[in-house]
């Protein structure tokens, strides 16, 4: 009887602290998602110092010449000059600097009496301190940001209120809404080499694990709408992780990789950091989460680092479900709206679509500004039955064949090369092979057709642009030739005074 007590009790002790440890880790849970508060990691300070310098003291006139692994070793601050270098003439520049420190190291390190060192080199021995070849590997050149970083709190006026009320819906930090800030700096038409898009900078890949990514809608280029798929991603990486700095890491790098880093080092994120060795894991993902904490900082201190700014306002706006497809044209004549500003407020819809090649697909949020347009349902009521329709227009195809180009079939089906690329969802290298299956834009349809639209003396040629960052080896001919336009339009677009004067990481306006 006694033996039998003794198990009842004991059984009703786990299961107190069972029930304990339960509730303890649910209130865990729930403080970690709706009010965690982002503290710098002990290890990280260099890195997140770094950071705020970068986006809040040098402008993009300036290059941080500095120690990849140890942030706070910068050796020089280079400024580039008032006009913008031509990318020879930056490389060559920064490539003379840090020649120059690579030699002092080097020297320094085969020095066996430092005291005798002198000048730059005595400078830089009481900077490094020790490992001095292993440093002269190390030269790194990080351009300035703060003037970017400025536009950015500007442009995040329009979209912060609804940001945040989506991550609250989302039970999510709103801290995580200043993401965007390291990503594209707030530009929603950002275009990276590697083929991510929008504030929120999603691969295609990604981007159609979480949202709308097709041959009509691209959601990625919509700030809101990407917004609902970035909020998805960060909570799905948090559940799986458990820790919001492996979560907003996993972010950049992937979620495959922070958990293999997970199960190696465990949840410190300064032992992944200094420990993790991966081909991907590069200096953008082991600085990511440094890069989110010195932008959180910059923005909480906005009015001291920059006292003038004038940010935006949001812009209120209707919206209706369309229950049909519609031509762009329809939807211009009865919504009393240009192509231009359909194109501004509804940017997830892709150019067959803007261009008239394919219609408004049923089921699309169609957006207008209520100043515009007060009452879409009402405007759309007056739509005539003939021009709502029940599906969308169908499209021709090509199999590739063996010596088949881009442009040669462009040429062949009366086309654009830009207009393949927007139907196939083809990368910025125009990159087929032998047996794939192309989709040809449509021709010969009554309104706008793609290639008239596309022609660059068109006064009828749509104007909206995007940002592209400029890659090693790029020229303005070979820009040109990606987006399907001339050198002389993208010199006007940017109001390039010096056609020759790009460098690697410069943001210019293309043609979308």
Not at 205 to 231: C, K, N, Q
Request: proline share 4%; no cysteine; net charge positive.
């Amino acid at each position: 009887m006694l033996q039998s007590v003794r198990v009842f009790v004991t059984f009703l002790i786990f299961a107190l602290a069972s029930w304990l440890f339960g509730t303890a880790s649910f209130s865990r849970e729930v403080h970690t998602l709706d009010q965690y508060h982002f503290s710098t990691p002990r290890g990280l300070q260099s890195k997140v110092e770094f950071w705020k310098k970068i986006y809040s003291e040098h402008s993009t006139k300036h290059a941080v010449i500095h120690d990849a692994k140890n942030m706070d070793i910068i050796y020089e601050v280079v400024y580039l000059g008032e006009k913008p270098l031509s990318r020879r003439a930056r490389e060559r520049k920064l490539g003379k600097v840090k020649k120059k420190y690579r030699n002092i190291l080097r020297r320094i390190a085969k020095t066996k009496n430092k005291a005798r060192l002198k000048g730059e080199e005595k400078r830089v021995y009481a900077l490094v301190k020790k490992n001095f070849y292993r440093a002269s590997k190390n030269i790194r050149a990080q351009l300035g940001q703060k003037d970017r970083f400025g536009e950015g709190i500007e442009i995040s006026g329009l979209h912060n209120e609804e940001i945040k009320r989506i991550f609250e819906e989302f039970n999510l930090p709103e801290k995580l809404s200043i993401l965007p800030h390291v990503e594209s700096s707030f530009q929603s038409g950002a275009y990276s080499s590697a083929g991510a898009a929008g504030i929120w900078q999603f691969t295609r890949g990604t981007g159609r694990l979480f949202m709308r990514v097709d041959y009509d809608v691209d959601e990625r280029w919509d700030p809101i709408l990407s917004t609902h798929g970035a909020a998805k991603l960060l909570k799905s990486n948090f559940e799986s992780v458990r820790s919001w700095p492996l979560a907003i890491t996993a972010y950049n790098h992937g979620l495959q990789g922070i958990r293999r880093a997970k199960r190696r080092f465990g949840s410190d994120i300064t032992k992944i950091i200094n420990n993790y060795k991966s081909r991907t894991f590069g200096f953008a993902s082991q600085n990511f989460y440094a890069e989110f904490l010195a932008a959180l900082y910059v923005v909480k201190n906005q009015n001291k680092y920059f006292p003038n700014l004038a940010i935006k306002e949001p812009v209120p706006r209707t919206s209706l479900v369309l229950p049909d497809y519609i031509h762009i044209r329809t939807a211009m004549n009865y919504f009393g709206m240009t192509r231009e500003e359909i194109v501004e407020a509804n940017p997830s819809l892709r150019r067959p679509v803007v261009n008239g090649e394919k219609r408004i697909p049923k089921g699309f949020v169609f957006q207008a500004p209520i100043r515009k347009t007060d009452n879409l349902v009402a405007r759309y009521s007056q739509i005539p039955q003939e021009a709502k329709h029940r599906g969308q227009l169908r499209s021709k195809w090509y199999t590739v064949k063996r010596g088949d180009t881009l442009s040669e079939i462009a040429l062949r089906f009366k086309t654009t090369v830009r207009s393949l690329q927007n139907s196939n969802n083809l990368g910025r290298r125009n990159r087929i092979y032998v047996d794939q299956v192309l989709r040809l834009p449509r021709k010969n349809f009554r309104h706008q057709p793609t290639f008239r639209l596309a022609k660059l003396g068109s006064s009828k040629r749509s104007t909206k642009v995007v940002s592209y960052e400029v890659r090693r080896h790029d020229n303005l001919s070979k820009i040109a030739k990606i987006f399907d336009t001339n050198v002389s339009h993208l010199t006007r677009l940017n109001q390039f005074q010096d056609p020759d004067s790009l460098y690697p990481g410069q943001k210019i306006k293309v043609p979308r």
